[in-house]
């Protein structure tokens, strides 16, 4: 790739941050619709719904129970352990493999810039994924009146989740140039950490099975979004495991211009 190609693929205007994220953004959000990987990890989020969906109405029309809308969030939830490292991979370690971050530094577009602008259109294409969910709540809206208000919760409780996720994949994606290993890196870490609290049963010191417990994306989801509830301090946590990972990559984008 010569260096006119290279740059076209971005066009950052003049220095501001808006203008610059706002074009990268633009250009990272595209690119999600004609990425292989995109479409595969949509179609297999969307098949699993369905189908995890369908036996859900088998189950409730056998128990005739309530119905618990966030049940199936829950349930899309886990399944972004797996998927954020697919969506987040390529962001960061294709640009050190093809030297296209080389250009990107020498243009008037800051470190943060180019990290946001990543970070907000993988960000924006979950949200599209999760969005297509809501249908499956309309339906089963319209067959067993489930508690809307519990769904609501925990559709806010699952956007910041994957967030969070895809914050955790990005910094990873920033870490090599290896795409396969970002990928690796990124489902082992979220892998951990959603499966944290399990982790802290076999802790005996309680104040350091607390911190794990503490530590735990799946605890600050379940816990309360699940249920239907939003806390300021789950709120917060997914807040400041974003804002970690992203500080994260952007010294790790910055330590390029020393190379």
């Known amino acids: 790739m010569n260096d006119h190609q290279a740059e076209s693929r971005y066009e950052v205007p003049p220095p501001a941050l808006t203008g610059s994220v706002w074009a990268i953004f633009k250009r990272e959000l595209g690119q999600y619709f004609v990425s292989p990987i995109a479409y595969f990890v949509a179609f297999v989020i969307l098949l699993i719904m369905g189908l995890a969906f369908n036996a859900y109405l088998e189950i409730w029309k056998d128990q005739r129970t309530t119905a618990s809308a966030p049940a199936l969030v829950g349930f899309f939830v886990s399944l972004m352990v797996f998927m954020a490292p697919l969506l987040t991979m390529r962001l960061l370690a294709e640009e050190n493999r093809e030297g296209t971050i080389e250009l990107l530094l020498t243009m008037p577009v800051r470190d943060i810039d180019i990290v946001l602008g990543k970070f907000l259109g993988a960000w924006a294409y979950y949200t599209l994924l999760l969005l ?71 802790i005996s010191d309680p104040n350091l099975r607390e911190l794990v417990r503490a530590l735990s994306t799946g605890t600050h989801y379940y816990r309360s979004f699940a249920n239907g509830i939003v806390r300021l301090e789950d709120v917060l946590f997914f807040v400041f495991v974003m804002a970690g990972a992203l500080f994260v990559a952007v010294r790790m984008v910055e330590s390029r211009r020393w190379r």
């Open 132 to 202: 297509v969910t809501v249908v499956y709540q309309l339906i089963l809206a319209s067959v067993a009146q489930p508690d809307m208000g519990a769904a609501i919760a925990s559709y806010i409780g699952a956007w910041l989740y994957g967030g969070a996720s895809l914050a955790v994949g990005l910094m990873f994606s920033a870490l090599t140039e290896n795409q396969i290993v970002a990928g690796f890196l990124g489902l082992s870490a979220l892998m951990v950490m959603f499966q944290a609290n399990t982790f802290a049963l076999s």
